[in-house]
């Protein structure tokens, strides 16, 4: 028996399942064929010498009639459910099945034909006829032209041979079945071909279908994103704006106190946390954003995050706290195993998020191991808490809850993008929160027992770059971004050379000595992997001095390129002062570990 494509190749399923509704639609000309021919085949019957027995014909063809509109119902109705409600293999059996009762129905014309006397030939070759149109009506499903046909055909053949006075017309019966059956071979791989085509035009539609949705979605998201960032960079701006007004002396205002200063500070720090979150989020989007997975102590990240928010929360009247188990607070406690920079930047969304929406009580950071290799850093506050429906609305990007967000800035990227974020390290976040109580968002990590991180490899804790002040080669070719990292470097207490393209860079490091050399990651007339290949070609000490490439956020593939030339670190743009002296220990130390 026939075996229906197998359901994992959609394209073959798709094709039998036109064959099959190409068959079913052919039953009503089938059966109206038959009825047409009917009358004729009964008005020859009546010259035969057993017409009596013709009546057993009629009862076989009313069987037939009646159980070929069953099916018909059955398979019109299944159809109507859907292709998943049968099998393709049963509903070609059902179709098998009733053109083998059509056969049965041949085998007994050509029965009574056989003793119809006189009539005898004449009879046969209309039962010949009768099993010819049976094999047109099988042609658009294979399995049932290749059993059907046959079946039907053999009944009046064995009688046409059965006697020496009909074998010549046995033959001619024979011919007209084979012709007709290549005839019919041949519409049938055209339809195949057909329905292959039709099969294939539909997987088009539906992906042009997942396209268009997928551009409408990606459209929604960019509207959203413009009407996010046209906000805060309005007020953003707005409040530095005046602050600077003030500071010039414009309309004749006295100079900004300390408190506006700090707004104004303030304002530009969300400002900048808000485009980065959208840089990164749009990375995301376009599938730019990579993870490294590494070692880190996941301790000294908790511990460095409060430090630095423990100011912020004070202000606001909230205890700021960190618990850790006993177990992970030694200096050789295990590592937690993904991308240290990234749970740095979840856990500080977390924490910037409990501190802004808190107003009374306290926050909790918590540490503990959750079986052999698992951590979890749990971060609890006694906020306003969410609601199921706020707290899904919540990770949604773009999207503030109202209730609480009223009033305060932000673009509603944090939460959907640290899920990303974690999604993209294999680790969970997990969000419990009720309304008038609070939150607790626990984020849980792979943990390695085995591995022993001394303190000096905590990030957060960068040992200086040599001794004093240091000699800093900054190439850059955008002048605002020079002037903020000149002041960073001078901040932190060294002195800067600042060369203005690569070709530049290359000939201030072979003229003078440097501690250090940061190269913007794009750079006019040599670009930073050209400029980085050729200091290093410089002759010892110049092309051993620590190399700092400087990228752009969404620039990836930067990286790769500046760390294959020769650079010991990279720094992602927008720089900030604990960022660059971070940068300067991860070079350093890249340098010892080289030499």
């Known amino acids: 028996m026939f075996t229906a494509p197998a359901a994992s190749d959609p394209e073959g399923v798709s094709v039998a399942e036109q064959s099959l509704a190409a068959q079913a639609a052919l039953m009503p000309q089938a059966l109206g064929v038959f009825a047409v021919c009917l009358p004729i085949y009964v008005w020859a019957s009546s010259y035969a010498g057993n017409a009596a027995w013709m009546s057993a014909t009629f009862a076989i063809f009313a069987i037939n009639w009646g159980m070929f509109y069953f099916s018909l119902q059955q398979l019109r109705r299944t159809e109507s459910r859907g292709p998943e409600s049968r099998g393709v293999a049963w509903r070609t059996r059902v179709h098998v099945m009733c053109g083998l009762l059509w056969s049965v129905t041949v085998w007994q014309m050509a029965a009574f034909a056989d003793h119809a006397g006189p009539a005898r030939e004449t009879l046969l070759m209309m039962t010949v006829?009768?099993?010819?149109?049976?094999?047109?009506?099988?042609?658009?499903?294979?399995?049932?032209?290749?059993?059907?046909?046959?079946?039907?055909?053999?009944?009046?053949?064995?009688?046409?041979?059965?006697?020496?006075?009909?074998?010549?017309?046995?033959?001619?019966?024979w011919g007209a079945f084979?012709?007709?059956?290549?005839?019919?071979?041949?519409?049938?791989?055209?339809?195949?071909?057909?329905?292959?085509?039709?099969?294939?035009?539909?997987?088009?539609?539906?992906?042009?279908?997942?396209?268009?949705?997928?551009?409408?979605?990606?459209?929604?998201?960019?509207?959203?994103?413009?009407?996010?960032?046209?906000?805060?960079?309005?007020?953003?701006?707005?409040?530095?704006?005046h602050v600077l007004a003030a500071a010039a002396g414009h309309g004749g205002r006295a100079q900004p106190s300390r408190?506006?200063?700090?707004?104004?500070?303030?304002?530009?720090?969300?400002?900048?946390?808000?485009?980065?979150?959208?840089?990164?989020?749009?990375?995301?989007?376009?599938?730019?954003?990579?993870?490294?997975?590494?070692?880190?102590?996941?301790?000294?990240?908790?511990?460095?995050?409060?430090?630095?928010?423990?100011?912020?929360?004070?202000?606001?009247?909230?205890?700021?706290?960190?618990?850790?188990?006993?177990?992970?607070?030694?200096?050789?406690a295990g590592a937690a195993m993904a991308d240290g920079a990234r749970v740095r930047q979840v856990l500080s969304n977390l924490l910037t998020n409990a501190v802004k929406y808190t107003v009374r009580g306290r926050i909790e950071a918590r540490v503990e191991r959750r079986g052999e290799r698992h951590l979890a850093i749990a971060i609890a506050d006694t906020g306003p808490g969410l609601s199921p429906e706020e707290l899904a609305e919540a990770f949604e990007p773009f999207r503030r809850v109202d209730r609480t967000a009223a009033g305060l800035p932000g673009a509603g990227l944090g939460l959907s993008l640290s899920k990303r974020l974690i999604g993209l390290m294999g680790a969970t976040l997990t969000a419990d929160s009720a309304v008038g109580v609070g939150s607790c968002f626990t984020l849980e990590l792979s943990y390695d027992p085995g591995i022993l991180l001394d303190v000096g490899d905590r990030p957060g804790e960068p040992e200086a770059l040599g001794e004093g002040s240091l000699k800093v080669l900054m190439a850059e070719g955008d002048g605002l971004n020079a002037a903020m990292l000149r002041t960073i470097l001078e901040q932190l207490g060294h002195q800067v050379v600042h060369a203005q393209n690569g070709r530049r860079a290359v000939d201030l490091a072979r003229a003078v000595g440097f501690d250090l050399i940061m190269l913007d990651g794009r750079m006019p007339l040599m670009d930073t992997p050209a400029a980085i290949r050729a200091i290093r070609g410089l002759s010892p000490p110049v092309g051993q001095v620590p190399i700092i490439a400087v990228i752009g956020a969404d620039a990836a593939e930067d990286a790769g390129d500046c760390l294959t030339a020769g650079a010991d670190t990279v720094m992602r743009k927008p720089v900030s002062v604990a960022a660059v002296a971070r940068a300067i220990a991860e070079a350093d130390d890249a340098r010892k570990k080289a030499a």
Not at 132 to 146: D, E, H, K
Not at 153 to 169: I, K, N, T, Y
Request: aromatic share 4%; hydrophobic share 50%.
């Open 178 to 241: 084979a012709l007709a059956s290549m005839l019919s071979l041949v519409l049938n791989q055209t339809l195949r071909r057909q329905y292959a085509l039709a099969a294939e035009r539909e997987v088009l539609a539906r992906e042009r279908t997942a396209s268009l949705a997928e551009a409408e979605r990606l459209a929604r998201s960019k509207s959203a994103l413009i009407a996010t960032l046209s906000h805060e960079i309005r007020n953003g701006l707005t409040g530095v704006a």
């Open 129 to 173: 006829g009768a099993a010819v149109i049976c094999l047109f009506f099988t042609t658009p499903s294979l399995p049932s032209l290749i059993v059907v046909g046959p079946a039907a055909m053999a009944g009046p053949l064995l009688a046409l041979w059965s006697r020496p006075q009909s074998w010549a017309l046995g033959e001619v019966a």
């Open 259 to 332: 408190e506006q200063s700090v707004a104004a500070l303030a304002a530009a720090n969300d400002l900048i946390a808000v485009l980065n979150a959208t840089l990164d989020s749009e990375t995301a989007e376009a599938g730019r954003l990579m993870v490294d997975t590494a070692p880190f102590d996941p301790v000294a990240v908790v511990r460095e995050l409060v430090a630095t928010l423990r100011p912020q929360a004070a202000g606001k009247g909230l205890e700021l706290q960190v618990f850790v188990e006993s177990a992970l607070d030694g200096r050789h």
